[in-house]
């Protein structure tokens, strides 16, 4: 089954803690994004990159990182310096027709 | 720049009635649109997608949504409602800023579906 996966399904972290998000797809597909979603809000970007060894910043990365050493794997860091790491985040691959195929998500829980 | 509006941020209907999900966009040429559902917890799943071809787009699962140029509108319809329709519903426009592609998504509608 082709298909984006992402774990752990939930996350628990302390304050002031890094965390790692996995994200892996076998879609075969050069870009990949991920998002953060808060309760009753739509998606808003956080990074994205096109192609491997390459990424840029969306429009809320502050506070996150990223690396894509693999086509097939994009995982996001939560780094202490966010403000409000709480949330539901999605990662998605695109293909050539602006298809997004998104993964069940990952909800982090910061205390 | 593109942007997309999604008319209603709440939407309830009764069971075998009909949905309108609607919104409207803005795109400095001609866009790719999108419908996506997101159950709670869940990712989004693509519900249907224009691409310039036929106006008239059918999903899955009963939905379509017709594209109309004049109106800049995309909004979404289902004849009749479901118990299992009940989610949130995004609309989204293709886009490209900052030499990349992207997808601008609206805020969401809530449908709501009782018995």
New interface residues.
Partial sequence: DGG?T?SPKYLFRKEGQNVTLSCEQNLNHD?M?WYRQDP????R?IY?S?IVNDF?KGDIAEGYSVSREKKESFPLTVTSAQKNPTA?Y?C?S?DR?????????T?LTVT | AQSVTQLD?HVSVSEGTPVLLRCNYSSSYSP?L?W?VQHP??????LL?Y?SAATLVKGINGFEAEFKKSETSFHLTKPSAHMSDAAEY?CVV?GRG?G????I????TRLAVHP
């Fill in positions: 984006i992402q870009a994004y009753g809000q739509g998606l970007l994205y096109q840029q539901f999605l998605a695109m027709l602006y298809e997004q195929y998104f993964g069940p998500g909800r | 941020s790719s999108f996506y917890n869940k990712g989004l799943q693509l997608k691409t995004f293709s900052g990349y592609n992207k997808l998504f609206g805020a969401g």
